[in-house]
């Protein structure tokens, strides 16, 4: 330990040491390209092309097709919520009386949901 080190040495230490982390940066982010393309590959291979085109039923009056999902959805959800009630107190559903639901603003940003989301589609 008794060589000493200049400034000059330091600094070429310095920039050599950031070279290295720059360029191992570079190759991570085209090494994550290849596996995105390769990935993309994989999923395309297992549909085929026939049945990713699909046409799109034509609706007379789109306002009204969305009321009645919403209508059909809100149902559906209401069965929900008494199935989980009526499950977690141990009781059957008729013995539960759905008054109120409300429903509350969306707090979590929407790209947290989205990637919530393609968690979820990706299992």
Do not use: C
């Not at 190759?27 to 549909?47: C, P, T």
């Not at 699909?54 to 097709?65: H, R």
Request: hydrophobic fraction near 50%; aromatic fraction near 4%.
């Amino acid at each position: 330990m008794g060589a000493h080190i200049t400034l000059g040495d330091s600094l070429i230490i310095t920039v050599f040491s950031m070279l290295v982390v720059f360029v191992a940066l570079v190759l991570i982010a085209y090494l994550i390209r290849i596996l995105k393309v390769i990935a993309i590959d994989d999923k395309d291979k297992g549909k085929n092309k026939a049945d990713s085109i699909k046409p799109k039923p034509v609706e007379s009056n789109p306002i009204e097709a969305e009321i009645s999902n919403r209508t059909e959805d809100d149902e559906e959800l209401v069965a929900v919520i008494a199935a989980a009630i009526a499950a977690s107190l141990g009781v059957d559903i008729p013995q539960i009386k759905i008054r109120k639901i409300k429903r509350l603003p969306q707090s979590t940003p929407i790209w947290a949901e989205a990637g919530r989301m393609e968690q979820i589609r990706s299992i």
